[in-house]
C-alpha cells in the first residue's frame, strides 16, 4: 500500500491518475513529479517498489498539499470577506464569483430551485 502526504493511493489505479487523490495534485502536476521522479507513468500503484515510492514522497513533500494548502485557500477567501471585496462578498452568499450568470444556471452553489409565489390580488 503505498501512502503519501497522508494519503492512501488507491491500488488499481495508475501511478498518473493515483496521485491525484493528493489534494493539490491534478494530472498535469503529477505527469511532472513522475517525469522528474523518473518513476513510468502507466505504472500501476501496487506495483511500486519502495524506492519509487520514497522518490514519490520527496518530491510531493516539497509542495504544498493537503492540510497547508487547504488552509491557505481558506485564508485566502477569509480576507477577501474581511476586507469587504465584491469576490469576498460573492464567496460568503455561496454565489459565482468569477463573473457567471446566475439568473439560470450556477445550481451547483445556489441549491435546489425555489419557485416565487405571485401576489394575490385583492377581491372587491
Known amino acids: 500500500m503505498a ?4 494519503i492512501n493511493l488507491p491500488k488499481e489505479k495508475r ?12 494530472r ?3 505527469t511532472k513529479i513522475l517525469k522528474e521522479t523518473g518513476v513510468e507513468k502507466d505504472k500501476k ?3 511500486l517498489t519502495n524506492d519509487e515510492i520514497t522518490k514519490l514522497r ?17 485564508m ?4 477577501l470577506q474581511e476586507i469587504g471585496s465584491y469576490r469576498g462578498f460573492r464567496h460568503k452568499k455561496g454565489l459565482p464569483a468569477r463573473g457567471q450568470r446566475t439568473r439560470y444556471n450556477a445550481r451547483t452553489r445556489k441549491g435546489k430551485k ?11
Request: aromatic residues 2%; without cysteine; proline residues 0%.
Open 114 to 124: 425555489r419557485t416565487v409565489a405571485n401576489k394575490k390580488i385583492a377581491t372587491k
Open 28 to 30: 498535469s502536476l503529477s
Open 76 to 79: 485566502d477567501l477569509k480576507r
Open 3 to 6: 501512502r503519501i502526504a497522508g
Open 15 to 26: 501511478i498518473e491518475v493515483g496521485l491525484t487523490a493528493i489534494y493539490g495534485v491534478g
Open 45 to 47: 500503484v501496487a506495483d
Open 58 to 74: 520527496e518530491a510531493i513533500g516539497k509542495l504544498q498539499t493537503e492540510g497547508d494548502l487547504k488552509r491557505k485557500v481558506a
